[in-house]
């Protein structure tokens, strides 16, 4: 059965830091590896998607990796801002369904 | 419409009632899936749909749950004697074709609370 983690479960940093966001996962078998962000009392949005033949995709401020020989993802952000406040899920996709960790918790302070 | 719409957004219901959770995807979506994200629990998969085929009804925990997806768009979750343990936020997602490359779009949530 396919396991997804997350680390670390919260994280604190002031505004302007750079910082990392760690998944990982224990099937390597996957079609691709997706990160959404989740505001409290709301859906899912989704930022970034990486096939399983890609290593790393990007969006603004974010950069998201792919290493499906160590079952590892990370998620880049780049001078974080507090409207970076949110849930970031990463969640891997094996067939019909996604997989999803349990989610780092991000607060970004002024 | 613009987006996955979901109603009711909050539901409240006793211990042992039926409850419907109705999910409205993005137009022209044939792929439709229902989750569930609980303390504890995470966002769990329950059910999904694509086009006029047979569902994968995997995910579903007890045989209390049930989904229908009605015409290729509308879908209703209904749960049935509901349990305090069923309470969570019922998501639901659609995606164009329902291929693993592609993006899914959820929508807010049915928040359910059961007493």
């Known amino acids: 059965k396919q396991e997804v983690t997350q680390i670390p479960a919260a994280l604190s940093v002031p505004e302007g830091e750079n910082l990392v966001l760690n998944c990982s996962f224990t099937d390597s078998a996957i079609y691709n590896l997706q990160w959404f962000r989740q505001d409290p009392g709301k859906g899912l949005t989704s930022l970034l998607l990486i096939q399983s033949s890609q290593r790393e995709q990007t969006s603004g401020r974010l950069n998201a990796s792919l290493d499906k020989s160590s079952g590892r993802s990370t998620l880049y952000i780049a001078a974080s801002q507090p409207g970076d406040s949110a849930t970031y899920l990463c969640a891997n996709n094996a067939g019909n369904m996604l997989t999803f960790g349990g989610g780092t918790r991000l607060m970004v302070k002024p | 419409g613009a987006g996955v719409s979901q109603s009711p957004s909050n539901k409240v219901t006793e211990k042992g009632k039926d409850v419907e959770l109705r999910c409205d995807p993005i137009s022209g979506h044939t792929a439709l899936y229902w989750y569930r994200q609980s303390l504890g629990q995470g966002l769990e998969f329950l059910i999904y749909f694509q086009g006029n085929s047979a569902p994968d009804k995997s995910g579903l925990p007890s045989d209390r749950f049930s989904a229908e997806r009605t015409g290729g768009s509308v879908s209703t979750l209904t749960i049935q004697r509901t349990q305090q343990e069923d309470s969570a936020v019922y998501l639901c997602?659609?995606?164009?074709?329902?291929?693993?490359?592609?993006?899914?779009?959820f929508g807010s949530g049915t928040q359910l609370s059961v007493l």
């Open positions: 997602a659609s995606s164009l074709a329902g291929t693993p490359n592609e993006k899914l779009f």
